[in-house]
């Protein structure tokens, strides 16, 4: 079966290289066929690892991503981890971007890791680059004060033409506020990093069979990230989800939300 990660990382823990190792490995442990990753190296105020002694910026820390994902263009892909609260975006980042557009399928941003809500007029540049780009953007979303599902659901409403991905369904809570913001805007989608395959179920029947999307956080606890209990239920179909469902929660609906072009056996 294949396999799509829509949520995946590299990051300086304790290096790029070692990151990058952890990645492949897991890949091929697990069985994830295509992984997108973003450089959490970009955080602006890290929560995960130690800071960083000298700041990468966007450009920089894409520039480390895409350089991993052209060895293995068919089972990687890049997404730009966004740093709006420190930078402001530069056309020397989107000729980059639009360079290397085939191998960038998205944008990444972490309220909570630039202390920054995604409803302020700072965001307004990146969403248009999104736009521009025709570029589904990957969001953070938990119950906190910068990350709540509801203010992603402000910009939804307010950008109708851009996709929005609710990475972890709104962490840190039972997921029922995003439900209802799924339920009512068209183009928030949802990622299952740290999400219980029975939310997953309830997202796909009660909201549509295309909303939601496997993503893991991986490697965030190491090459056997996707050791954890809760993934086995995905990788094992353990709810027995329809057979159409389930292809589409772990690789049809990441195929189509950010353009993957999945090779035929």
Same mark, same amino acid.
């Not at 295509?34 to 970009?42: E, G, I, M, V």
């Not at 995604?118 to 910068?146: C, E, G, S």
């Given at each position: 079966?294949?396999?799509?990660?829509?949520?995946?990382?590299?990051?300086?823990?304790?290096?790029?290289?070692?990151?990058?190792?952890?990645?492949? @490995? +897991?890949?091929? %442990?697990?069985?994830? $066929?295509?992984?997108?990753?973003?450089?959490?190296? &970009?955080?602006? !105020?890290?929560?995960?690892?130690?800071?960083?002694?000298?700041?990468?910026?966007?450009?920089?820390?894409?520039?480390?991503?895409?350089?991993?994902?052209?060895?293995?263009?068919?089972?990687?892909?890049?997404?730009?981890?966004?740093?709006?609260?420190?930078?402001?975006?530069?056309?020397?980042?989107?000729?980059?971007?639009?360079?290397?557009?085939?191998?960038?399928?998205?944008?990444?941003?972490?309220?909570? @890791? +630039?202390?920054? %809500?995604?409803?302020? $007029?700072?965001?307004?540049?990146?969403?248009?680059? &999104?736009?521009? !780009?025709?570029?589904?953007?990957?969001?953070?979303?938990?119950?906190?004060?910068?990350?709540?599902?509801?203010?992603?659901?402000?910009?939804?409403?307010?950008?109708?033409?851009?996709?929005?991905?609710?990475?972890?369904?709104?962490?840190?809570?039972?997921?029922?506020?995003?439900?209802?913001?799924?339920?009512?805007?068209?183009?928030?989608?949802?990622?299952?990093?740290?999400?219980?395959?029975?939310?997953?179920?309830?997202?796909?029947?009660?909201?549509?069979?295309?909303?939601?999307?496997?993503?893991?956080?991986?490697?965030?606890?190491?090459?056997?990230?996707?050791?954890?209990?809760?993934?086995?239920?995905?990788?094992?179909?353990?709810?027995?989800?329809?057979?159409?469902?389930?292809?589409?929660?772990?690789?049809?609906?990441?195929?189509?939300?950010?353009?993957?072009?999945?090779?035929?056996?």
């Amino acid at each position: 079966m294949f396999i799509i990660d829509s949520h995946a990382h590299i990051a300086s823990w304790p290096s790029i290289k070692k990151s990058e190792d952890m990645i492949a @490995e +897991s890949m091929e %442990r697990y069985g994830v $066929k295509f992984s997108l990753l973003s450089n959490c190296d &970009a955080a602006e !105020f890290p929560s995960v690892g130690k800071k960083l002694k000298v700041e990468k910026n966007t450009l920089a820390c894409l520039k480390e991503v895409v350089a991993f994902v052209k060895k293995y263009p068919t089972e990687l892909g890049a997404l730009v981890w966004i740093r709006p609260r420190k930078e402001k975006l530069s056309q020397e980042l989107i000729d980059y971007i639009a360079e290397n557009r085939r191998y960038i399928y998205g944008l990444k941003f972490h309220p909570y @890791e +630039s202390h920054l %809500r995604i409803d302020t $007029k700072t965001m307004m540049p990146w969403i248009n680059l &999104a736009r521009t !780009f025709q570029m589904p953007i990957l969001v953070h979303t938990a119950q906190d004060q910068y990350s709540d599902i509801h203010f992603l659901k402000t910009v939804a409403d307010f950008n109708p033409d851009v996709i929005f991905v609710a990475a972890h369904c709104q962490l840190c809570s039972d997921n029922s506020a995003a439900l209802e913001v799924m339920k009512t805007t068209p183009n928030i989608y949802g990622d299952t990093a740290w999400v219980n395959m029975k939310i997953a179920r309830k997202i796909l029947t009660k909201i549509g069979p295309d909303r939601l999307m496997f993503g893991t956080d991986n490697p965030i606890d190491g090459v056997d990230t996707l050791a954890n209990p809760m993934y086995h239920d995905y990788f094992t179909n353990r709810l027995r989800l329809p057979a159409h469902m389930y292809h589409n929660l772990m690789a049809r609906n990441a195929m189509k939300v950010f353009g993957i072009h999945i090779p035929k056996n």
